[in-house]
């Protein structure tokens, strides 16, 4: 017991020094914490459920997120946020957790707090990646953590020293230990964060080939590059045996996550390569096939940065390059697995940083006029993402008005049609067809998010989707109705008119039948004779 006190105020003591060594502040914290603020105001201020959030706001259990392999999503929402769907809370969180990474990211790549890592930030918590995890709220506070777990990661692997592993010793064993577990951790989380320490790891390799006063560390670099890919490797293993644990603890089975893999690609080894770079191409360049309206600036800021590169130390300009090459391409390594379409855009969560760090490239290593051409194009780059983003919230607005009268008027009916003498009874929804799964908008979306998408709509046809929306809307006593009762009326349902014809709702019996669209929905399919 005095041993694990003496250990115990030892770690607490050289934490603090830590602390005071790396000059953090509490002005620093506030205005990253206020830049993130700004930069969710909409998701702050206003209630905004897209497809999911629905289900969310009514399940009375999380396991959910441990058969998608994310146990420390289900550790938040369990203890932090028990109702996920909702607006503001999980926002601000998420902003001091964005803030306290900057920090630990910053000091990691040995860069100095100021104006332009200020900058940098601004384009890392716009960027549009973050609206596509935003739009469910329930990703928010782990998706914050894991990033936090993430970058402290990468804290203490920036800190070991080149050939830690060859000189092995009880100090680093410790020191691996508790990167894997921190991976592990932010793995359970998102598992595409553990790319997000894969390209911070090259990142740091860069600044600090950049810094170096000598010819390229080739053997450190190497080392470096080295040791951090026996970090990732202890943290997978790490992840699937705590994986492994939460499913058997809880009885649940894996999904999801195994659909995303397509392991046939790997057999036309060309075609995928040159598929998955033309998609980084797209993705870098700002296409308005990813993103649903271009930022043609993109590329010229990506242009910037590498100039920034080559020009930071002209004799070692080829292998930095070469870093600076690796790191672009680090955010899609798990296309190789999925394929380019894949895997989406909202699960690339090392993208962010890949801008981040470019930006703070451009602004510390360009000089002269060339550093006030890079002020000018990652301003005008952070304006199309504002002016992007805005048309994000546009869409998110003008089709969740559409869902939410559909949702009220829908809800009205019900309630005439079950008339007064039968309050607080349960309303037995069942539903035929499906309206549009995306509504059409004006104003751009991303390609692979779901801000067009309506509850009506989603999955052709989801009746546990539709009740649970209707709930949210306020008609708790709404419920679907059993699956062994749906197809005895599809006979009547053919005999309806579509939504929002008159007659297109009607009652009966203790069953609410609503028809949404001409052609049956998987339910309602008459089988072949």
């Not at 490797?233 to 999904?255: D, I, Q, W």
Request: charged share 15%.
């Amino acid at each position: 017991m005095h041993k694990g006190r003496a250990w115990l105020e030892s770690s607490m003591s050289s934490f603090s020094a830590w602390l005071i060594r790396q000059r953090f502040s509490w002005r620093e914290l506030l205005l990253l914490t206020l830049i993130g603020i700004l930069a969710n105001a909409y998701f702050l201020t206003n209630y905004s459920p897209s497809i999911d959030d629905e289900l969310a706001a009514v399940r009375t259990s999380s396991e959910i997120w441990i058969s998608q392999g994310r146990f420390t999503t289900y550790l938040v929402e369990t203890l932090l946020f028990p109702q996920p769907s909702l607006p503001f809370s999980p926002y601000v969180f998420l902003a001091v957790m964005l803030a306290l990474t900057h920090m630990l990211l910053v000091r990691a790549h040995g860069m100095t707090p100021g104006w332009r890592s200020y900058s940098a930030y601004c384009l890392f918590v716009t960027y549009p990646t973050w609206w596509l995890i935003e739009e469910f709220s329930a990703n928010v506070p782990a998706t914050g953590i894991g990033f936090l777990l993430a970058v402290a990661a990468l804290c203490l692997q920036a800190e070991a020293p080149p050939d830690a592993l060859r000189r092995f010793s009880r100090h680093e064993a410790g020191r691996l230990l508790a990167i894997g577990l921190l991976l592990a951790l932010c793995a359970g989380a998102y598992q595409t964060l553990l790319l997000l320490f894969a390209c911070g790891t090259i990142g740091v390799a860069l600044c600090r080939s950049i810094e170096g006063d000598a010819a390229f560390p080739w053997r450190q670099a190497c080392l470096r590059i080295f040791h951090g890919g026996v970090c990732l490797v202890a943290g997978a293993l790490l992840y699937f045996v705590l994986n492994k644990l939460a499913l058997g603890v809880s009885g649940t089975r894996p999904e999801y996550v195994a659909g995303f893999i397509n392991l046939d690609n790997l057999k036309a080894p060309y075609w995928l390569v040159g598929s998955i770079a033309l998609q980084a191409w797209a993705i870098y360049s700002g296409s308005a096939g990813q993103f649903g309206a271009a930022m043609p600036v993109a590329a010229v800021a990506l242009a910037c940065a590498a100039i920034a590169v080559a020009r930071a130390r002209p004799g070692v300009t080829l292998p930095n390059l070469l870093l600076f090459a690796v790191l672009l391409g680090t955010p899609f390594l798990l296309c190789l697995l999925t394929g380019p379409a894949g895997l989406p855009l909202r699960a690339m969560v090392a993208l962010p940083y890949v801008i981040w760090l470019c930006a703070l490239l451009a602004f510390t290593y360009q000089r002269g006029v060339a550093w006030i051409a890079s002020l000018v194009v990652f301003a005008l780059f952070q304006l199309q993402i504002v002016n992007l983003t805005s048309q994000y919230i546009a869409t998110a607005t003008l089709v969740q008005h559409q869902d939410r009268f559909m949702g009220f008027d829908i809800g009205r009916r019900l309630l005439l049609l079950r008339g007064g003498d039968e309050t607080g009874k349960p309303i037995w929804l069942d539903a035929y067809g499906h309206g549009p799964e995306e509504r059409v908008s004006l104003f751009a979306a991303a390609q692979t998010g779901v801000t067009r998408g309506s509850f009506f709509g989603w999955d052709k046809g989801n009746l546990q989707r539709i009740a649970a929306y209707l709930r949210v809307l306020g008609f708790d006593t709404v419920r679907p109705a059993p699956p062994a009762a749906r197809s005895a009326f599809t006979r009547e349902f053919e005999q309806m008119p579509v939504w929002p014809q008159e007659g297109s709702l009607r009652r009966s019996g203790d069953y609410y039948l609503l028809k949404l669209g001409k052609a049956p929905d998987a339910a309602h399919v008459v089988p072949a004779d």
